[in-house]
């Protein structure tokens, strides 16, 4: 520095800045070690900042993700299983069907197969109001009421019919989205009996079809003692039985493939997680042992430097005269 | 050759006399070594003219002396390093006081925390994916309009903030009394009372001066005066050689020699008001009315009244309050507008279409405050009926329009407003507002180094000046022992020719 002359005022005043310099070092490293994040407030490291900003953002929404993904797994889970049940429920009526094409049956035998197969049409209608916490599956949009209802030989779908937007789907990443229903309509069908066999075929009306016009039409056609065709029209009922399978496991397929996409979808998250939340301790958390150790460091320096000034503030000719 | 019998007296006596004059100097030193400001002094001695005794004996004429003579005492100080230190100190003024303002914003802003404008965001587009899925949910939608109470209240809070903050710094139209007590006023009649001092002194030091003496001890108070006249605002001296001073602020004419013939004071701009652009409080000079800090820049350019009045003022490219108020303001207009229009397009738990909005504006809320920010409220029919909140679109294709209490696909679009760019804010909600934090930052950071760069230079000049103009208390105690042994010496001569010319008597 160049100072050739040294006053006392010129000294104290040096010793309190070092001594202040020193301090505010102590400080801010306190501060570091009683929050354990190395950025307390902005100005700490604007770079650093705009990054754990960028990355607190990006681990939130994935959050949310997850979060929907959760969701729409279990519905996806409970439809799963409950249209499982469906395609046991359908086999079941085709071996009935088997027994009641059987000629050697008599009439009384095939009243008691549509008993049945009536005790399995209330069975279909149950799982086909399926509901979650009060939210039916099967209905489309009109969550609140029960998709099918049965009035005698009569079943109605109340839900979004399949011409309308029925489709609940579920934001899984940025721009992604996955459907997580099925139409109970497409699934199941409809029946409404305009006029009831013998003779048979009966007659229904134009918006009966599915799964369930088949077995009304298996139970009257059953029931329809006397009739000539009655066992044809029980073995045609055996074909539409077929078709009517492989509806509701594709859809199974269905719901199978968004089971899957769903759970793959989130282990990805699962491992975007753990490799950003590393990024964000590398840059927020402190190195507790390091930041320590120049704790200690600083401590020192302070020490000496306030040793030092006590010696040479004291020191004065006046002591010697 | 004979000289005067007293001759030799009349030497000591002003040997006596220089003496008592430098030992008076001394312990002045001593006493004042730890008054600030205080500059040191020294008794200037020198020998007096020598006298040339005439004799008609004389072969040779000698020159005999006539001891010691005060020529002044003079003061050990610097006027370039002067100059110097009020330089940088009025730069250190201006950067400390802004880095102070900048440091209070970042704790307003509060970021990086869980308790931040940023999470609040979140957690509202949050709540309405939830809503989304679960349309049906009364608790999802009561959470979607909790949420948007937490962040008009967090960003009220903020606002309020920022709001006191500048009133506290440069006044506002709102409050009128503010122009009086704000940071800016107070500085500014604190210049005014330092210049009214230094015009006093100045026609005392003029006077002192005009009779041959120095004003060593007024010349100090003065230098202290403009010291400290400098860390508030940048002023120009002109100094002349009768010790007179001129100062100007701002090409301003404050103080001529002995007449102070300016003084500043703080008035509310009367510009239309209250507009938020305008810059709420003028500087000007009482005579003259002349504006310090108009629109076409400020003739003020250091000290602390500068850090106050662009920290309280609009400059787009530093993190201003009123700036940052600006762009919250922006961000809050562009969401709330955002989600009302989708509210109004969509249909309610009902089916019914178009349902009320949900930010509403109340006056009634801060009123006169110019900015919206201060006046939102989430609508109260809304509040008291979740059923309103449309989280369900208008469906073509669905009877009625209204696909069903199951339809959230206008909530999806609420949360998806997350991703989305806006016209307004040029980006998304959240850069928008992350980019204002990261500028605030960048400033912040930018005047603290300024700060401590600028602290470590005036100290450096500082501690030149205190080597020059310091007291070192050795130094002192040695010339004492040196004037106190002259005096002494000094006294014994006196008494041996007391002995002479008694002597000299004694013979007669």
Known sequence: MGINRITSSLMSN?????????????????????????????????????????????????????????????????????????????????????????????????????????????????????????????????????????????????????????????????????????????????????????????????????????????????????????????????????????TVLSKQAIIGSASNRLEVTQGRLDERKSVLTKQYASIQDIDMAKTIADLNQQQNVFQASLTVTGRLLQTSLLNYL | MITPGFFGLFNAHRGLVATQNALSTISHNISNANTPGYSRQRVDLAAAPAYTPTSRHEVTANQIGQGPVVEKISRSRDLFLDTQFRLASGKLGMNTDMRDILAQLEGIMNEPSTNSLNNTLQTLFDSAQELSLHPESSATRTNFIQQSMDLVSIVQLQATQLYDLRKNLVGDALVPTSFNTSQLAINVSEVNSKLSAIASLNSNIVTIKASGAEPNDLLDQRDKLLDDLSKLVDIKITNYDNGQLDLSIGGENMVLGGRQVDSLEVIQNPGPAPDPADVPSLVQTVTGGVILNDATGSEITGGKIKGILDMGGNDPGLSTVQGILGKLNTLVDTIATEINNLQAAGRDQN????????????????????????????????????????????DPTATGGFAGVGDGRNATAIAQLRDQSFAALGTSFVDYLNGTISKLSIDSQTYQNGSNIQENLTQTIDLRRQSLSGVNVDEETIDLLRFQRSFEATSKAIKVFDEVIQSIIGMV
């Open chain 1, 14 to 246: 040096q010793a309190l800045n070092y001594l202040g310099k020193n301090l505010s070092l102590l400080t801010s490293m306190q501060e570091k070690i009683s929050s354990g994040q190395n950025i307390n407030k902005p100005s700490d490291d604007p770079i650093g900042l705009t990054r754990i900003l960028d990355l607190s953002n990006t681990l939130k929404t994935d959050a949310r993700y997850s979060n929907n993904i959760q969701d729409a797994i279990s519905e996806v889970n409970t439809a799963d299983t409950v249209i499982n049940n469906m395609v046991e429920l359908v086999q079941r009526a085709q071996e009935l069907a088997t027994q009641g094409a059987n000629f050697t049956n008599n009439q009384d035998g095939r009243n008691a197969i549509a008993l049945e197969i009536d005790q399995l049409i209330n069975q279909m209608v149950q799982l086909g109001n399926t509901d979650i916490s009060g939210k039916y599956l099967f209905g489309g949009f009109r969550t609140d009421i029960p998709p099918f209802s049965r009035t005698g030989d009569d079943i109605s779908y109340n839900g979004t019919p399949p011409t309308e937007s029925w489709q609940r789907s579920v934001d899984i990443s940025r721009g992604v989205q996955i459907t997580t229903n099925i139409n109970g309509d497409d699934l199941l069908g409809q029946v409404g009996v305009t006029a009831a066999g013998p003779p048979l075929p009966s007659t229904y009306s134009a918006a009966s079809h599915g799964v369930f016009k088949t077995l009304i039409d298996l139970k009257l056609s059953l029931q329809a003692s006397g009739d000539p065709n009655q066992l044809t029209e029980i073995r045609n009922r055996l074909d539409e039985l077929t078709t009517d399978l492989n």
């Open chain 2, 351 to 394: 089916g019914n279409l178009g349902p009320p909005d949900l930010f509403l504006q109340n006056a009634a809320i801060n009123p006169g405050q110019p900015l919206n920010l201060f006046h939102w409220e989430i609508n109260p029919a809304i509040v008291n009926d979740p059923s309103l909140i449309a989280a369900a679109i208008d």
